[in-house]
T-cell receptor, first 117, second 114 residues
């Protein structure tokens, strides 16, 4: 079974400052990794994902995450945040093992990012 | 546009009543999922279905039931046996098969028991 730990429940930051949201996972098999963003009273939107290949993946709005297999981490970073980045962020893991585990995502507890002017 | 539609957006229920949450997708995805979201607990899997007429219990299935009679529909019933049903419920879908490219989520239903 896999698990995900998001190390910070809340991260306050000032506008234009850099931010890192931390995510560690546990799995005995190969994994796929995802970051989702949720705005208040809305569903989750896929921000970026690691399936294979380059360990550094980027989103269209300036976020990036790096898969670190040795540290079992997938931290999310942005060099300069905007007010509009205020939201809750979820890290999630899925395995590519066979059987009924196909496609099942396990989510972390979420990190609330609040960007202050 | 393709997507997932959850209805209603807000739902109020009296204790002891069953209630059904709707989830419809037009993405032609094989797999569908129901998650429950509570503050500080992330998303917890209730039920999932990888093919029509088949579904599996997730981590917190007690007090819930589902059906999957059509590929595009996966309704969730919250029964009176669910002890603490007030929560935000999210439906998701996935193309399924051997690869997970990331779920598509609906906009959610907020259920309040009064």
């Amino acid at each position: 079974a896999q698990s995900v730990t998001q190390l910070d429940s809340q991260v306050p930051v000032f506008e234009e400052a850099p931010v890192e949201l931390r995510c560690n996972y546990s799995s005995s098999v190969s994994v796929y990794l995802f970051w989702y963003v949720q705005y208040p009273n809305q569903g989750l939107q896929l921000l970026l994902k690691y399936l294979s290949g380059s360990t550094l993946v980027k989103s269209i709005n300036g976020f990036e995450a790096e898969f670190n297999k040795s540290q079992t981490s997938f931290h999310l970073r942005k060099p300069s945040v905007h007010i509009s980045d205020t939201a809750e962020y979820f890290c999630a893991v899925s395995t590519n093992a066979g059987g009924t585990s196909y496609g099942k995502l396990t989510f972390g507890q979420g990190t609330i990012l609040t960007v202050h002017p | 546009d393709g997507g997932i539609t959850q209805s209603p957006k807000y739902l109020f229920r009296k204790e002891g009543q069953n209630v059904t949450l709707s989830c419809e997708q037009n993405l032609n995805h094989d797999a569908m999922y129901w998650y429950r979201q509570d503050p500080g607990q992330g998303l917890r899997l209730i039920y999932y279905s990888q093919i029509v007429n088949d579904f599996q219990k997730g981590d917190i299935a007690e007090g819930y039931s589902v059906s999957r009679e059509k590929k595009e529909s996966f309704p969730l019933t919250v029964t009176s046996a669910q002890k603490n049903p007030t929560a935000f419920y999210l439906c998701a879908s996935n193309p399924a098969g051997p690869f997970n490219y990331g779920y598509t989520f609906g906009s959610g239903t907020r259920l309040t028991v009064v």
